[in-house]
């Protein structure tokens, strides 16, 4: 069964950059046909889409963001360790939520680990 | 950006009783050349991620009971739960991957009455 897990710092500072990784255990993520991204949902408020890594060999090293964070985001993938990351500088309050890893393909975000809350504050 | 709208924003209905949710998006979500609607419906418990219930619009993931349904084309979609059990007690979301960026409804909450 495929299992994701987010790890990662739970404070961050403002200004700084947020970073996190997740494990994929369970299956590739070199597997063709499938996204692995992030998703991210501030406390009570609703799901906000950051952006996915293609893990085919055709489209190999293909990232998309969210138009609205891609000056501050990136995505990276470490396919020896099994592992993608997420990076988001310059932060603030705002980026304060619960960030979650996810699988996604053509039939929707199937796979999705735990969440881990990220707080940013001084 | 593609904007999902869903209604209503929270919804009491007693149990063995039918739930409706509907989500509209403000551009198609249908891809002409396979006909699928890429549309996606979740249910999202306090304390877990969400969970994928339905999607190509209409399609059950495995092991989803059958009591959940879903319907629409193009631009106007329903989640319909036919008979509310306790379990179901949750915030759903609908979700269109047809284009980048991603964007979910802002959810309905679902409770019993």
């Known amino acids: 069964q495929l299992q994701l897990q987010e790890s990662g710092p739970g404070l961050v500072k403002p200004s700084e950059t947020l970073s996190l990784t997740c494990t994929v255990s369970?299956?590739?993520?070199?597997?063709?046909?499938?996204?692995w991204g992030w998703i991210r949902q501030p406390p009570g408020k609703g799901l906000e889409w950051i952006g996915e890594w293609i893990g085919s060999l055709y489209y190999s090293g293909s990232t998309y963001y969210n138009p609205s964070l891609k000056s501050r985001v990136t995505i990276s993938v470490d396919t020896s360790k099994n592992q993608f990351s997420l990076k988001l500088t310059s932060v603030t309050a705002a980026d304060t939520a619960v960030y979650y890893c996810v699988r996604h393909d053509l039939n929707g975000t199937d796979f999705w680990g735990q969440g881990t809350l990220v707080t940013v504050s001084s | 950006d593609i904007v999902m709208t869903q209604s209503p924003d929270s919804l009491a209905v007693s149990l063995g009783e039918r739930a409706t949710i509907n989500c509209k998006s403000s551009q198609s979500v249908l891809y002409s050349s396979n006909n699928k609607n890429y549309l996606g419906w979740y249910q999202q418990k306090p304390g877990q991620p969400p969970k994928l219930l339905i999607y190509?619009?209409?399609t059950r993931e495995s092991g989803v009971p059958d009591r959940f349904s879903g319907s629409g084309s193009g631009t106007d979609f329903t989640l319909t739960i036919s008979s509310l059990q306790a379990e179901d007690v949750a915030v759903y979301y609908c979700?269109?991957?047809?284009?980048?960026?991603?964007?979910f409804g802002q959810g309905t909450k679902l409770e019993i009455k």
């Open positions: 190509w619009a209409s």
């Open positions: 369970g299956g590739s993520i070199s597997s063709s046909s499938y996204y």
């Open positions: 979700h269109q991957y047809y284009s980048n960026p991603q964007t």
